[in-house]
């Protein structure tokens, strides 16, 4: 990994590790975020949740105008350079310094909304968001790469308790759309996402979730997890 400044997160053995949950809305994403943050921590991985856009007071600032100022008209090209400006700071500004100090890094969303929501979906040239990203991340990649899918009816009657923001209000083709895409690049890239079913209980997408997290962690700590296990299987066989 490095910044487009100069700027290089230390080396495997001692930096921490940069995970991003993506998908459609309603999938379970933050709600994941905030349970992957917690176990990790519970581990004694000190870990930083992070959401896009927002992160950085400039983030926060175009978040606001991205999806609650809907009286604001945007072209989808111009909320693609948006996100990518918080993007921007969010990595150089908070991204790679918690890296370099051994911080695990949880982020909600991150390059692949832009290309679905913006691209894929929003009628944005696919190679120009791809372009944008690259700039944006100075070449920072994610080490787990986690797209959480539901159907486009689950994710809308999951998020039916609140107000859309704009992406949501663009209309339910729009969001079948931006659910399709997802799921398509996750399944053509499956070196790149890791795909997975987000229509189960939030316990059973947690071991799913787990599954993929866990070749990440030390291996002490992998030994202290296992270890965990076993003493609560006793505790319940006893």
């Known amino acids: 990994m490095a910044s487009r400044n100069g700027r290089t997160p230390g080396k495997w053995a001692s930096r921490g590790r940069f995970i991003v949950l993506d998908g459609p809305d309603g999938a379970g994403k933050s709600t994941q975020a905030r349970w992957l943050q917690s ?50 700071q969010l990595v150089d500004e908070v991204i790679i310094p918690a890296l370099n100090k051994g911080t695990w890094v949880v982020c909600d969303r991150f390059t692949l909304s832009t290309l679905v929501y913006q691209a894929l979906a929003g009628g944005v040239d696919e190679q120009a968001v791809e372009i944008m990203s690259a700039v944006a991340t100075g070449g920072v990649e994610p080490d787990r790469y986690l797209v959480l899918w539901v159907p486009s009816k689950i994710g809308i009657s999951r998020r039916a308790h609140r107000a859309n923001d704009r992406m949501e209000a663009k209309g339910e083709k729009f969001m079948r759309d931006v659910a399709a895409a997802f799921r398509s690049q996750a399944e053509r890239n499956p070196s790149r996402y890791r795909l997975i079913d987000g229509s189960g209980t939030p316990e059973e997408v947690r071991q799913l979730l787990w599954k993929q997290i866990q070749p990440l962690l030390p291996v002490q700590t992998r030994a202290r997890k296992t270890k965990s296990q076993e003493r609560r299987a006793k505790s319940q066989d006893s």
């Open 39 to 88: 176990e990790l921590e519970r581990l004694g991985i000190r870990t930083l949740l992070l959401r896009e856009p927002g992160g950085t007071s400039a983030g926060e600032a175009i978040r606001k105008l991205l999806l609650e100022q809907r009286e604001v008209g945007l072209s989808a090209l111009t909320e693609a350079f948006l996100f990518q400006a918080a993007r921007a």
